[in-house]
């Protein structure tokens, strides 16, 4: 009896080749639609579904695979006497191999004028079914939904007569990742669609990018991986122009840069290291932007990441490249910044889409054991409620310096306190276990430059000491949440020192 091997794919990538191949190894092609066209105008014998199952397709093609002719031939045990009579019976001839890969659901939802009819249309019915059946019974049945994995297959039936029990395993490993990712990607649009807060079960999937040398630390295994779909403004989808392979830490340094950079329209520079920002500075160009971040913290700097929200011209590209750095990330780079940049053999150059690609996504972070699942902080100081509770009100170029600050202090390790004038940080305090320590460091590091700068806090002060300690920096303005029991005792200090306090309402711890 011939071997029989069922094929029906959405992606035709060297389809006609895989089936001739097929034919050669002594195998029967059953198709369906779109697919037994293809192969029939390629010279490809082919036996329609309708033939095997003896009913036409129906409701616009809906069903046509959802048959026992086709199901019992996947699922039959063929070691098993009973099934193989039952198969007699029924005259059901086995198949052993199926080629499927299914409805295209995600590039359907990738268009921005999909429809809901559109995408519910995309989601395969017959496709997972088929594949799942094969996929249980991989002991008899070869599964493939991957065209990487043709020449694999055809080497194999060429070289031993039939595909190996180790590669069936694990094609149909690759199957059922394949339907639970696909699935994945219906759930999560179907539960924003029904408009579900906190569904009983969290699914998600995201697609291998890169394997990485090693993790946070050489002894930690690590891969990089993205999410389909995902927001285009992200590390997950730049393109490296130069430069060493990407490791974890250059990774998560990197999208910390990025987090910052998003917060501001005029030309700015972000300089980070360990995922805090060292440098946050703005200008009337890019590289007086980044001159401004490099002056923050000429020292941290050495061995960091620093983001930028224009294209890098000459000018910059001169800057940048008399300072070791790990990663310089950015729209784009001007031919004579490349030439200028790309003589640095291990610098990494990336590009990232800046325009009309803030998605907000959620937030996820492991834990031993479960996932906490959380919005992004995407909140800003035009949602903010701000009140202004001091006698002083702050003056125009306080409010730029406490804007610059609290676009910044957001994404600065808690505790988290932020010195700033109105173009640049001048000192940054991250990750301190009190509120005041995390204002001496910020301080400390602004020195002279602290006095008529603004200060921003993360979170609210617990008693007046933060304040004290500013007032004697010479800080005039400063910008908090507000909304501790003591906030009357930080007012009164602000007042006591002519300072200018500025309550948002709202906080923004990152741990």
């Not at 019974?137 to 031993?160: A, C, F, M, R």
């Not at 501790?484 to 002519?498: C, L, M, N, Q, V």
């Amino acid at each position: 009896m011939s071997k029989r091997a069922l094929i029906s794919v959405s992606d035709k990538t060297g389809i006609v080749d895989f089936a001739k191949g097929l034919l050669t190894a002594g195998f029967e092609i059953i198709s369906t639609g779109g697919t037994k066209k293809v192969l029939m105008e390629h010279g490809v014998e082919v036996i329609g579904i309708s033939d095997v199952t003896g009913f036409p397709e129906i409701l616009d093609g809906r069903v046509k695979t959802l048959h026992p002719n086709v199901h019992g031939a996947l699922l039959a045990k063929h070691g098993e006497r009973d099934h193989q009579e039952q198969l007699e019976e029924h005259q059901i001839k086995p198949i052993q191999l199926v080629c499927v890969n299914l409805y295209p659901f995600q590039q359907t939802i990738s268009k921005p004028d999909v429809t809901v009819e559109d995408a519910i249309e995309n989601i395969d019915i017959g496709g997972p079914t088929m594949l799942r059946s094969s996929a249980k019974n991989h002991e008899y049945v070869t599964v493939v939904v991957d065209p990487s994995d043709y020449d694999t297959i055809l080497g194999e039936l060429k070289h031993d007569g039939e595909v190996q029990s180790a590669t069936r395993r694990k094609l149909a490993a690759k199957v059922f990742r394949h339907t639970a990712a696909y699935d994945a990607v219906i759930s999560e649009y179907m539960t924003k669609l029904a408009e579900e807060e906190n569904p009983e079960s969290y699914t998600v999937t995201y697609e291998l990018k890169q394997p990485l040398r090693y993790g946070e630390n050489p002894h930690q295994k690590a891969a990089f991986y993205k999410k389909p779909l995902g927001s285009k403004f992200s590390l997950a989808y730049a393109e490296q122009l130069h430069g060493k392979e990407l490791s974890y830490n250059n990774i998560n340094d990197a999208d910390a840069s990025l987090q910052i950079v998003k917060e501001f329209d005029l030309p700015a520079a972000v300089a980070v290291k360990h995922m805090n920002p060292c440098g946050v500075g703005t200008g009337s160009t890019i590289s007086e932007a980044f001159q401004k971040a490099f002056e923050a913290d000429p020292t941290s700097i050495f061995g960091g990441i620093v983001a930028l929200n224009r294209e890098v011209d000459r000018e910059t590209a001169e800057k940048l490249h008399e300072i070791f750095l790990e990663i310089v990330i950015a729209p784009a780079f001007s031919k004579e910044a490349l030439d200028i940049l790309t003589t640095k053999k291990n610098l990494r150059l990336l590009t990232v889409t800046f325009e009309g690609n803030k998605a907000i996504e959620k937030k996820i972070t492991s834990v031993e054991g479960g996932l906490l699942v959380q919005d992004m902080d995407a909140y800003g100081l035009n949602e903010a409620d701000i009140k202004v509770p001091t006698k002083r009100q702050p003056t125009d170029e306080e409010w730029e310096a406490l804007k610059l600050g609290w676009k910044t202090v957001k994404h600065v390790k808690s505790n988290a306190i932020v010195v700033s004038d109105q173009a640049m940080t001048l000192g940054i305090g991250a990750g301190q276990m009190n509120r005041v320590g995390s204002a001496k460091i910020a301080l400390e590091q602004a020195g002279e430059k602290a006095r008529g700068a603004a200060l921003a806090s993360d979170a609210f002060f617990p008693m007046g000491d933060t304040v004290e300690a500013a007032a004697k920096a010479g800080i005039t303005a400063i910008i908090q949440p507000g909304g501790s029991i003591r906030d009357e005792d930080s007012i009164k200090k602000a007042d006591e020192y002519g300072i200018a306090m500025v309550f948002t309402g709202i906080r923004h711890f990152k741990h």
